[in-house]
């Protein structure tokens, strides 16, 4: 096999996700899973223009969720390049490091956003509370618990991603002192975030996201870097964290989230009867 450069490892991505695809509709055909389309089903494919509106109206806002989120770290970047190359690259190696405090948070808004969607259909908001305390309390366990240990061994993880220079390692010491401990109100929001989308209400978090970080967090960064210089960057990250967790905080106290759901789409439809269908030639088997 040729050597294929930077290429190789697009190519290994694709080859991953190809193989995956095709284990996964194999293994779903051969239990007969209720998501497996048969040749005689292909019909039910056919889209329903209300649930394409539903899925747009809601689906659109987590769109522009990411847009808001890379446009800030695109801004973030270009202001830390004003800096020089050795804290460019001292940032760079905190980015890598942080990624990896993300995926408790990441993990625990994906857990409880069908936990509270199920209970939120079921009406029993008492779940949906606990739900909410639990994944904040799991949520800072965790993020708090990698932060912990991040800072104990802050030189030792950050020189995997350094090369052998004192200062530029001291400077990814003090950033992610200041930073990293910012992803536990981040923790918060992102639970609170996944719970109040799972009503089906998308728009408001996504504004909560817009207002921390680009009508609070960028606006500090550029006014306070004259005085308190690279400094000013680190600090208005934990701003836009605290400050997006308190508003995320405020809406799921006060506001009419719990009211909202998705519409509901006219049942026994071809789809839904081939699904009862399915459901019980599952169950006549297990039996």
């Known amino acids: 096999m ?26 779903l055909h051969r239990t007969r899973h209720i998501l ?15 649930i394409l509106k539903a899925l747009a109206v809601k689906g659109l806002p987590m769109g522009l969720h990411m847009a808001v989120v890379s446009l800030a770290m695109v801004m973030m970047i270009s202001l830390v390049n004003h800096f020089g190359a050795q804290l460019s690259a001292a940032y760079g190696a905190c980015l890598q490091l942080w990624n990896y405090i993300q995926l408790p948070v990441m993990a625990m808004g994906m857990a409880v956003t069908p936990m509270a969607a199920q209970n939120l259909g079921a009406r029993r908001l008492d779940r949906v509370r606990r739900i909410a305390r639990t994944g904040i309390a799991l949520n800072i366990a965790m993020a708090g618990g990698m932060v912990l240990v991040i800072q104990c061994f802050s030189r030792a993880v950050l020189g995997l991603f350094l090369p052998a220079e004192p200062q530029t390692l001291q400077a990814a010491q003090h950033i992610n002192a200041m930073v990293a401990w910012a992803f536990i109100p981040v923790g918060v929001t992102f639970v609170l975030g996944s719970i109040i989308r799972a009503s089906g209400t998308a728009v408001p978090p996504l504004v ?18 004259g005085t308190w210089g690279a400094d000013a960057l680190w ?53």
């Open 2 to 27: 040729p050597a294929l450069g930077i290429a190789g490892s697009a190519t290994a991505t694709l080859l991953a996700q190809a193989i995956g695809v095709t284990l996964l509709a194999r293994r």
């Open 36 to 50: 497996c389309l048969r040749a005689d089903e292909a019909h039910l494919l056919r889209p329903d223009p209300r």
């Open 208 to 225: 909560i996201l817009f207002l921390a970080l680009w009508g609070i967090r960028q606006p500090a960064a550029v006014l306070l870097m």
């Open 235 to 287: 600090f208005s990250f934990g701003l836009g964290a605290v400050s997006s967790m308190l508003m995320s905080l405020a809406y799921y106290r006060w506001a009419g989230w719990r009211a909202a759901f998705m519409p509901l789409v006219a049942s026994a439809s071809p789809a839904d009867r081939a699904v009862d269908q399915l459901r019980e030639d599952q169950g006549t088997a297990r039996c």
